[in-house]
């Protein structure tokens, strides 16, 4: 059984999604990011950095914390969605970090001085967009090569990268210009193992 603490993020939808797929026993504790949860002690022993996601085996006591390598923690404990091989195993890591590093980053600014920022500033914008649309041709480009983002089958990959991009109407971003991403992002909505994580992150 795990205990998943998330929140209706980007970075905590991926973890009842991938929990899902997987078929695996879990529970939902939702963490009030508006209230400051985050910051109490027992969630900080859980998560030094303040952040969701966290997830918990409540068999071995093995508790870990950001939501990529809880990703790759779950495919290798199961050997689901991920390749067998060793190089496979290494390009999916390889587009997990770049999800965290720089498309997680980017478009959560380009959220934050959009839809929260206490004052307009069309720099930060500017930057942050020409970012977010950088990052759309990077996959775009790949979702021309390989059907997934990371090999050629589904894997926590896609997760990772797919509860961010389909934040792109919010962030002001038309999909005109990436088919490939429309494409993909249509696959993987239709998943139902997808659709159930949703329906139950709004069961409370
Ligand atoms: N790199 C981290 C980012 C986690 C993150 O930014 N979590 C956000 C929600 S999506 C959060 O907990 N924010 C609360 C805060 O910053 O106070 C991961 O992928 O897990």
Same mark, same amino acid.
């Given at each position: 059984?795990?205990?998943?603490?998330?929140?209706?993020?980007?970075?905590?939808?991926?973890?009842?999604?991938?929990?899902?797929?997987?078929?695996?026993d879990y529970r939902l504790r939702h963490v009030d990011l508006g209230a400051g949860e985050q910051h109490q002690p027992d969630f900080v022993r859980l998560s030094p950095n303040h952040?969701?996601?966290?997830?918990?085996?409540?068999?071995?006591?093995?508790?870990?914390? $950001?939501?990529c390598a809880i990703l790759y923690h779950l495919?290798?404990?199961?050997?689901?969605?991920?390749?067998?091989d060793t190089q496979g195993r290494e390009l999916v890591l390889q587009w997990l970090f770049l999800q965290a590093a720089s498309t997680g980053p980017m478009l959560g600014q380009l959220w934050w001085f959009r839809h929260a920022a206490p004052a307009p500033n069309p720099q930060a914008l500017e930057r942050y967009t020409r970012e977010a649309l950088r990052i759309h041709a990077?996959? $775009?480009?790949?979702?021309?090569?390989?059907?997934?983002?990371?090999?050629? $089958?589904?894997?926590?990959?896609?997760?990772?990268?797919?509860?961010?991009? $389909?934040t792109h109407a919010e962030l002001g971003i038309d999909l005109q210009a990436y088919p490939r991403i429309k494409d993909w992002l249509d696959r993987i909505a239709a998943r139902p193992a997808l659709r159930e994580a949703l329906r139950r992150m709004e069961e409370r």
């Open positions: 059984m795990y205990t998943a603490y998330i929140a209706g993020t980007p970075n905590g939808k991926k973890i009842p999604i991938a929990l899902e797929e997987l078929g695996l952040k969701i996601p966290v997830l918990v085996d409540e068999d071995t006591g093995l508790s870990l914390f $950001e939501s495919a290798c404990a199961t050997g689901r969605l991920i390749p067998a990077v996959l $775009e480009q790949r979702l021309s090569e390989s059907p997934w983002v990371a090999a050629q $089958e589904y894997t926590v990959a896609d997760i990772a990268w797919y509860t961010w991009m $389909e």
